[in-house]
């Protein structure tokens, strides 16, 4: 062991006689140990929330969408789908149509955003349909009959079909047949409810609900809003509260019918091989789709939300740093007392030989010592909540604030490897004053009185 980390060791594990200075050095070992312990935790959550949106944005949502910079839709859409799927990064392709429209069911009404969608390729560019935890999405299939027979059977046990449509479906009279009635919902366009939508109208799977398009179509009597029936064929749980509160998906083929769009649709959506080139993707397919197209991608989509986190993260880092910096002070303290406390000790040695860097020396490595032993510690409790949040789901959140549940810690290597240096730095930088002031104690002031 070198002299200075010899002395150093000693000064700290040696009882002294003013016992404050001991209880200032635990002071600062608590303080930076407190101090990286809560940095550690802060940015595990921000990493988490991160980490945690980005995994369901990009579960629910495509890489890069392309639509139309007109308002009239996407024409000869399945050549260009074709032709784009084969260009470079992109992995697949799916048409959709977004449109505004208003589910009711009954007295209760909800504003959602209907997504018409083709099932065998929306499965290859989002996990949305993965996500359907009651019922089934398999009637979404453009080539799948309606599987009206599970349905039909469910309502008869819940209660009998008349009682389940009842308020649902006004053109439902008493005097309908069963028959009648299992043709009427057979007849009816299938739609996947998110959970908190469905729990808002009170719908089940089963249940009849109202599709109303404010792309009304012209009567003699005035414009008219579209509006059709259609039957919940299931009920998706994505985790992420704007979906679940506002989305809903059916057939491509029915929103058209519903918007009267024809054979067109509003948007083309692809999933690339590296999320994070996906802006020079969507540039390479806006230049490849034509003139008239624009491609946006999922960074630029959430642009502002990832802008925050990121801020919050540098804000986070600094005010709890802050409490790293007290620690620091603390150290500074306690060494200058120390200085004041052994400065008989430190004429000693310079009279024996002992050099002024080397008494320099000692004091570094002091309050370095501090600050790896607080830093230590920090690393292990901060980890281990971290860890312990992570498994258990410690702190929960309301989701129609928060759009997740709890709150996710996701603790980074990296980011303890940068909290410890800056830790340790503090403390290194706090040692400079009285390393100095101890390195400039003259032996014969010292000892000319003892």
């Known amino acids: 062991m070198r002299f200075e980390l010899f002395v150093a060791t000693r000064y700290l594990r040696a009882k002294r006689r003013q016992a404050f200075i001991g209880v200032i050095t635990a002071i600062s ?47 000869d859409w399945p050549a260009l789908l074709d032709r784009l799927s084969h260009q470079p990064h992109v992995v697949a392709a799916a048409p959709a149509i977004y449109e505004q429209v208003l589910i009711s069911r009954g007295p209760r009404a909800r504003g959602a955003v209907l997504k018409g969608m083709i099932p065998s390729y929306e499965r290859k560019v989002s996990d949305l349909l993965s996500t359907v935890k009651i019922g089934s999405a398999e009637a979404l299939e453009e080539s799948t009959a309606n599987p009206v027979d599970e349905d039909i059977s469910r309502l008869n046990a819940d209660g009998g079909v008349k009682s389940k449509i009842a308020g649902e479906d006004a053109g439902a009279t008493t005097a309908d047949s069963l028959g009648e009635v299992q043709q009427r919902v057979a007849a009816m366009p299938p739609i996947v409810l998110g959970k908190d939508m469905a729990d808002d109208l009170g719908a089940t799977v089963g249940s009849v609900v109202l ?66 080139k996906a802006d020079v993707v969507a540039k390479e397919l806006e230049q490849a789709a ?36 007290v620690a620091a002070l603390n150290i500074l303290i306690s060494l200058t007392m120390m200085v004041m406390e052994k400065t008989k000790d430190i004429a000693v040695l310079l009279s024996m030989g002992t050099r002024k860097s080397q008494i320099r020396r000692l004091f570094i490595a002091q309050g370095v010592l501090i600050g790896l032993v607080g830093t230590a510690i920090g690393l292990v409790l901060g980890y281990a909540l971290s860890w312990a949040g992570a498994r258990y789901h410690l702190i929960s959140l309301a989701p129609e604030v928060y759009s997740i549940d709890y709150v996710p810690f996701a603790p980074r290597v990296v980011d303890g490897l940068l909290v410890a240096l800056v830790a340790i730095g503090v403390s290194f930088v706090a040692t400079m004053y009285p390393s100095w002031s101890a390195a400039r104690i003259l032996p014969a002031e010292a000892l000319r009185y003892e």
């Open 211 to 276: 599709v109303t398009s404010p792309q009304g179509e012209l009567t003699p009597f005035g414009m008219v809003p579209k509006y059709n029936r259609f039957r919940v064929v299931g009920i998706f749980n994505s985790g992420f509260f704007d979906y679940d509160t506002s989305w809903a998906f059916t057939r491509l083929s029915d929103a058209q019918r519903l918007f009267g769009l024809g054979d067109l649709i509003s948007v083309i959506q692809f999933k690339v091989d590296d999320i994070y």
């Open 290 to 325: 034509g003139k008239g197209f624009m491609a946006t991608s999922w960074m630029e989509q959430n642009k502002a939300l990832f802008r925050a986190l990121r801020l919050e993260r540098v804000v986070t880092f600094i005010t709890i740093g802050l409490i790293v910096f």
């Open 29 to 75: 070992i608590l303080g930076v140990a407190a101090g990286v312990a809560s940095l550690i935790v802060a940015l595990a959550i921000n990493n988490g929330f991160r980490q945690d949106l980005q995994q369901r944005l990009l579960g629910s949502t495509s890489h890069v969408s392309l639509l139309r910079m007109q308002s009239d839709g996407i024409k």
